[in-house]
């Protein structure tokens, strides 16, 4: 009896064990990164929040691990999880997460688009543009940032997001014409040359102007443009 007591006493024990292993694996990211996961749940819970409701994009959020792309000297300096920019060097943000999701959401990306960004910073934004199941192409004007982000993205599993280090507003005509383009960096007027490489019923966001900038949204139709102002938003200049 006292055997038969001392023998279900350990399967207990072993079930209790396992138990706590499986609910601590929900939590861990798919490098057992426990502390991070948790971090980023709560980043999505706080998107919902905020009212982000498209499930895909929230799904690409609470996948992408964001904190691999800020690069490590600046992990301390902002919490890479929060709801604001975080700084990535050379006086350039990642915008804060509700942003990325926003804009995410406002283009409505399918699977095997073609989808071009100016302002590749990280490679965050693309990262979750990737995971959405688009072809992208992201255009970075410091060398040096692109060379992190396309380092991020391929030690990420992303290594399918084309990098060009390039001006913005000339676009990437030789991959033209784009479903979708997102501008993450803020020029004063829009850009012509994007207009002109984006398909028919194709989207655009871009911030637009100097201090007091709205985003706009474009649509492609008939060949004409219809454009919607937006949020206003606070980004980084698109240089020349
Ligand atoms: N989307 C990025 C954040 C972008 S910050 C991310 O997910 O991390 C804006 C970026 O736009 C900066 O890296 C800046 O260098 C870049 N940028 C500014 N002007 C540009 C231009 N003319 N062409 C391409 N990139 C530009």
Same mark, same amino acid.
């Given at each position: 009896?006292?055997?038969?007591?001392?023998?279900?006493?350990?399967?207990?024990?072993? $079930?209790?064990?396992?138990?706590?292993? $499986?609910?601590?694996?929900? =939590?861990?990211?798919?490098?057992?990164?426990?502390? %991070?996961?948790?971090?980023?749940? #709560?980043?999505?819970?706080?998107?919902? #929040?905020?009212?982000?409701?498209?499930?895909?994009?929230?799904? #690409?959020?609470?996948?992408?691990?964001?904190?691999?792309?800020?690069?490590?000297?600046?992990?301390?300096?902002?919490?890479?999880?929060?709801?604001?920019? $975080?700084?990535?060097?050379?006086?350039?943000?990642?915008?804060?997460?509700? *942003?990325? #999701?926003? =804009?995410?959401?406002?283009?409505?990306?399918?699977?095997?688009?073609?989808?071009?960004?100016?302002? &590749?910073?990280?490679?965050?934004?693309? /990262?979750?543009?990737?995971?959405?199941?688009?072809?992208?192409?992201?255009?970075?004007? *410091?060398?040096?940032?692109?060379?992190?982000?396309?380092? /991020?993205? &391929? &030690?990420?599993?992303?290594?399918?997001?084309?990098?060009?280090?390039?001006?913005?507003?000339?676009? %990437?005509?030789?991959?033209?014409?784009?479903? /979708?383009?997102?501008?993450? $960096?803020?020029?004063?007027?829009?850009?012509?040359?994007?207009?002109?490489?984006?398909?028919?019923?194709?989207? =655009?966001?871009?911030?637009? !102007?100097?201090? =007091?900038?709205?985003?706009?949204?474009?649509?492609?139709?008939? !060949?004409?443009?219809?454009?919607?102002?937006?949020?206003?938003?606070?980004?980084?200049?698109?240089?020349?």
């Amino acid at each position: 009896m006292k055997r038969v007591l001392v023998y279900l006493g350990f399967v207990l024990l072993l $079930c209790g064990l396992l138990l706590a292993s $499986c609910s601590e694996n929900q =939590m861990t990211d798919k490098r057992g990164n426990y502390e %991070w996961a948790e971090k980023r749940a #709560a980043m999505v819970q706080q998107l919902r #929040a905020y009212g982000s409701k498209d499930e895909r994009v929230l799904k #690409a959020m609470s996948t992408v691990r964001r904190h691999k792309f800020i690069p490590e000297k600046y992990l301390g300096v902002a919490p890479p999880y929060g709801n604001h920019p $975080c700084p990535i060097g050379y006086d350039q943000t990642i915008s804060q997460p509700y *942003i990325v #999701a926003y =804009m995410t959401e406002k283009l409505n990306i399918q699977t095997g688009e073609k989808v071009l960004e100016i302002g &590749t910073g990280s490679g965050y934004q693309a /990262a979750i543009l990737a995971e959405l199941g688009a072809e992208v192409y992201s255009i970075e004007i *410091i060398p040096e940032l692109a060379n992190h982000a396309r380092k /991020a993205l &391929t &030690t990420e599993g992303y290594e399918q997001v084309k990098v060009l280090t390039g001006d913005g507003y000339k676009g %990437w005509p030789e991959h033209s014409p784009f479903d /979708a383009i997102i501008v993450t $960096c803020a020029p004063e007027d829009i850009p012509q040359a994007l207009v002109n490489q984006l398909k028919e019923g194709g989207r =655009m966001i871009l911030p637009l !102007g100097v201090y =007091m900038q709205r985003l706009v949204i474009l649509r492609k139709k008939s !060949g004409r443009i219809e454009k919607v102002d937006d949020l206003p938003v606070r980004f980084v200049p698109m240089v020349r």
